[in-house]
């Protein structure tokens, strides 16, 4: 595993685990997968198929930190409201 921005080679974080579970987790570094984006010339698959996958060094997360955006995601819980049922209203 090398890293995606400075090509340095990336250790395991586990190299003795079972490799039936090898992940391929770098130590000092992150990973990250992508199963396609819409708007990609380069890789758009259908569903079923496998994921791209990069490896980047901690270091170069440091050093090009303003390339670097976090996302979040809100899960609103749903509402749950009651009324009366009006046979001529429309339900569609």
């Known amino acids: 595993m090398f890293c995606f921005k ?4 990336l250790e395991r ?4 685990g079972p490799s039936s579970q090898d992940g391929k987790e770098p130590r000092n570094g992150l990973i990250f997968s992508a199963s396609g984006n819409y708007g990609s010339r380069i ?6 198929a496998p994921e791209l996958v990069i490896w980047i060094c901690d270091e ?16 609103v819980q749903t509402e ?4 009366n049922y009006d046979p001529e209203a429309a339900h569609w």
């Open 13 to 16: 974080a586990f190299p003795d």
């Open 80 to 83: 749950l409201t009651w009324s």
């Open 43 to 48: 890789y758009d698959p259908t569903a079923s």
């Open 60 to 75: 170069c997360v440091v050093k090009h930190k303003e390339l670097v955006e976090m996302r979040r995601y809100a899960f």
């Open 6 to 9: 400075c090509l340095k080679k």
